[in-house]
């Protein structure tokens, strides 16, 4: 019976952090209307001061207008009982048809409608 060995030279791995320098989203127009929506958590803040918000801007749609859905949600910050360490209380989003994106539902279904109606027409003259 022979057995053979084989060594394998060691290497480094080398990890690359890819920097992206975007700006990021573009806010939405300021001439349109905002209609603002305070969201509170489910869980009891009195006693507890915020320590920020959170705003959400969601584009949204009705008969003739564009117009834009403000989400603020007070952030807190609760102490645990041991007094170390602290839990983050915030309210959550709504949800949201497409994850990630500032199109709201009614803006989306208006747009599907819209080029469902519109290649109806096209094809009946």
Excluded: C, W
Excluded at 81 to 99: E, T
């Amino acid at each position: 019976m022979v057995e053979s060995t084989r060594h394998i030279k060691a290497h480094d791995v080398k990890q690359t952090v890819v920097r992206v320098n975007h700006p990021g989203r573009k806010p939405l127009p300021a001439h349109l209307r905002r209609e603002e929506i305070i969201l509170t958590p489910a869980e009891d803040v009195t006693g507890l001061t915020p320590v920020g918000e959170e705003v959400t801007e969601i584009l949204e749609y009705q008969q003739g207008e564009l117009y834009v859905k403000k989400y603020i949600r007070p952030e807190y910050i609760k102490p645990t009982a041991d007094g170390i360490q602290a839990k983050r209380v915030i309210a959550p989003l709504p949800n949201m048809p497409i994850a990630k994106s500032y199109v709201g539902a009614s803006l989306l279904s208006h747009l599907m409608v819209s080029k469902y109606t519109n290649a109806i027409k096209l094809v009946a003259f």
